[in-house]
């Protein structure tokens, strides 16, 4: 996949690469109900942090955008909601979970019906800890990769909608 000529190079062009010193990551708290997340964002740790839930739109996605999830809060009502901005942008990849009672699951999006993500604070994730990253691989697909802590039996945090 060709890097976009938009993109800031870092790199003096010599065969070791180059140094980089004083990188700082963005950390956005989602501090709302919502939150719609810009191109600008990508590469920042999100944190799930509201007890009362939030719910993340991912910008419409550009091959190598990244962003990463971390609840910092357990969602007591409604969720922790990340969903694509469009119809046809999907999710691929897969979570695991692990139950408190020390069981583990994986579960997966098929990238062509699944659109969220959607932990709900017992069964589905969302307790402290979870966390998990989206990357973007094409114009239309997000792959993602994590893990989640579940209370009781675990079901599928994933969602076509």
């Known amino acids: 996949m060709p890097i976009s000529a938009d993109l800031e190079s870092l790199n003096y062009r010599g065969p070791s690469g180059c140094i980089a010193t004083g ?5 956005i708290s989602g501090s709302g109900a919502t ?24 910008p419409t996605p550009v091959e190598g955008m990244q962003f990463e999830f971390l609840a910092s809060v357990a969602v007591t009502t409604n ?9 046809s942008e ?6 695991q979970s692990a139950a408190l009672a020390a069981t583990i ?11 969220a993500i959607s932990e709900n604070g017992s069964t589905t994730g969302g307790l402290v ?7 973007a691989v094409s114009s239309t697909l997000w792959a993602i990769e994590g ?10 945090p994933f969602a076509t909608s």
């Open 129 to 135: 800890g979870d966390r998990f990253k989206l990357t």
């Open 79 to 87: 969720a922790y909601k990340v969903v694509t901005a469009g119809a």
């Open 147 to 156: 893990s989640q802590v579940s209370s009781g039996t675990a079901l599928t």
């Open 23 to 27: 990188l700082h990551r963005q950390v």
């Open 35 to 58: 939150r719609t997340l810009t191109a600008e964002d990508s590469g920042a740790l999100i944190l799930m942090d509201r007890a009362a839930g939030i719910v993340f739109t991912l």
């Open 105 to 115: 699951d994986v579960f997966q999006a098929d990238g062509t019906t699944i659109r």
């Open 90 to 95: 999907f999710i691929v990849g897969s979570v």
